[in-house]
């Protein structure tokens, strides 16, 4: 199954099917890519979620986004994200600033810091990538990627029915 030294058993691993095997490596890669990705990291005393944050703005959005937002596009929730941001404004990396139309709402604004910061770790998360996908043809992640498009679009109606059906079960007593 794995070539190369991968560390599943390929006996074990060709008696599971393709569906149960795929959602088993994409939890492993997640927790790999993960413990990795901190390493690479740690130099700059930033966590992966906390890069990923930083990423997100700074590519998803062209003015400062608000938390929800921001949760919206990174599969995350409110609280999650508003504790990876309040570690990087302890940094200097982020400002969480009140919108200016509804107090309630907070937006998060990358600080010029934090823009020459990334810069220094751009390289490290490019090289990351780079052999992530090392020998592989562009076809084949083009592919992979509108399958895990459609499975984050399935994910997303799982969440949207299980919210619906919270949100009736709480009408109901």
């Known amino acids: 199954m794995l070539e190369g030294g991968g560390s599943l058993n390929p006996i074990k691993t060709n008696a599971i099917s393709d569906a149960p095997m795929i959602f088993a490596l994409l939890l492993i890669i997640s927790n790999k890519m993960n413990t990795l990705l901190d390493r690479e990291f740690k130099e700059f005393d930033v966590t992966t979620k906390q890069w990923f944050l930083s990423e997100t703005i700074h590519s998803l959005f062209d003015a400062p986004p608000t938390m929800q937002e921001v949760a919206g ?11 990876v941001a309040l570690k990087l404004q302890h940094k200097g990396l982020l400002q969480l600033e009140k919108d200016k139309k509804d ?12 823009e020459a910061f990334w810069e220094k770790t751009d390289p490290k998360g490019a090289a990351f990538r780079e052999n992530m996908f090392k020998g592989m043809e562009n076809k ?19 969440e949207k029915a299980t919210v619906e059906r919270a949100e009736n079960e709480g009408h109901h007593k």
């Open 103 to 114: 107090a309630r709402v907070t937006r998060l604004r990358l600080t010029g810091k934090s």
């Open 140 to 158: 084949d992640i083009a592919t992979t990627r509108g399958l895990l498009e459609k499975m984050l679009l399935n994910l997303t109606e799982m």
């Open 73 to 83: 596009e990174m599969g995350s929730s409110h609280q999650n994200i508003k504790q």
